[in-house]
């Protein structure tokens, strides 16, 4: 393919990788590496991080730890090749596979920590009601705050299931994958 085609090529593809800066940034990550996942989304074999440096114009050290974090999160995968001595980085062709590992981890992550806390917290509000020199007002508010910490422990468990459904890959029964993909329904 002549240089010209791939420049139109390149411009062409310009726009889906903006959108996907755009949309790592929505998600926490920064716009660089959603022109980096962008940039293998469309790449034909797998890549090794000098070759995204040389398309992207970043640092080796932000490129390596942009890489990582992709990785973390399932949108980039280590590819072996024999004879290649350098890493070799593939993006995520599967995006419903990508989404519901993204949303799964993120979720865990929320329950982990905040299940934590909830179970500390709930432990001193349980403490102060049982103390005798716990003033009555106080107790009241313990116990009222138990109450909103029992309907955070059914949040989370509701949660766990929501994990659970999209790991298990049920949620295609609930909102199937559309056939295709210029269908509306």
């Not at 995204?52 to 995968?77: C, F, I, P, Q």
């Not at 062709?93 to 806390?117: G, P, T, Y």
């Not at 199937?176 to 329904?185: Q, R, Y």
Request: aromatic share 10%; proline share 3%; charged share 35%.
């Amino acid at each position: 393919m002549a240089s010209s085609d791939m420049s139109h090529i390149e411009n062409a593809r310009r726009d889906y990788i903006e959108s996907l800066a755009e949309t790592m940034e929505m998600y926490g990550l920064s716009p660089s590496m959603g022109r980096v996942f962008g940039i293998m989304f469309f790449h034909e074999s797998p890549m090794t991080l000098d070759e995204m440096r040389n398309l992207t114009g970043m640092s080796k050290t932000s490129m390596s730890t942009g890489v990582r974090a992709l990785s973390e999160l399932k949108l980039v995968h280590k590819k072996w090749q024999k004879g290649v001595r350098k890493d070799l980085y593939e993006a995520e062709h599967d995006q419903f596979r990508s989404f519901v590992e993204f949303f799964a981890r993120l979720w865990e992550k929320e329950i982990e920590l905040n299940q934590k806390a909830l179970a500390k917290t709930e432990k001193k509000l349980i403490r102060l009601m049982e103390e005798d020199q716990t003033p009555e007002e106080e107790a009241r508010q313990a116990k009222e705050d138990l109450k909103k910490l029992a309907e955070a422990k059914r949040y989370y468990a509701w949660l766990r299931n929501l994990v659970s459904v999209f790991e298990n890959g049920d949620i295609f029964q609930y909102v199937p994958i559309p056939d295709d993909p210029d269908s509306k329904s």
